[in-house]
């Protein structure tokens, strides 16, 4: 069975700083591009990064440029969201994504989909 785990999330202060990651079972990361999304209270789900499948490319949206990382250990099975100086408006629920193709974009065109990890950033 496939699936794709978040987790890592959590209530930090603004500013503060958390580490997603995303493991996945019952199959290998190496040839899929992995995305991360998330959805406010509210509001449509968003492409936040996604990283090709070698890890060689990455793309970020805008609002989250300069302050997150995303990587991937391929040898763990496992991709990392870095969220450094958290702000209010990245409250969300964040979920990872996989699809077989080398590259990655931040459309809604993945495959698999994990179950979700909460983020809270409040004071």
């Known amino acids: 069975q496939l699936q794709l785990v978040e987790s890592g999330g959590g209530l930090v202060q603004p500013g503060g700083s958390l580490r997603l990651s995303c493991a996945a079972s019952?199959?290998?990361?190496?040839?899929?591009?992995i995305a991360w999304f998330r959805q406010a209270p509210g509001k449509e789900r968003e492409g936040v990064s996604c990283?090709?499948?070698?890890?060689?490319?990455?793309n970020y949206a805008d609002s989250v440029k300069g302050r997150f990382t995303i990587s991937r250990d391929n040898a763990k099975n496992t991709v990392y969201l870095q969220m450094n100086s958290l702000k209010p408006e990245d409250t969300a629920v964040y979920y990872c994504?996989?699809?077989?193709?080398?590259?990655?974009?931040?459309?809604?065109?993945?495959?698999?989909w994990g179950q979700g990890t909460q983020v809270t950033v409040s004071s």
């Open positions: 994504a996989a699809r077989m193709s080398w590259l990655c974009v931040l459309l809604n065109e993945y495959n698999y």
């Open positions: 990283i090709s499948s070698s890890g060689g490319r990455t």
């Open positions: 019952g199959f290998t990361l190496d040839d899929y591009a």
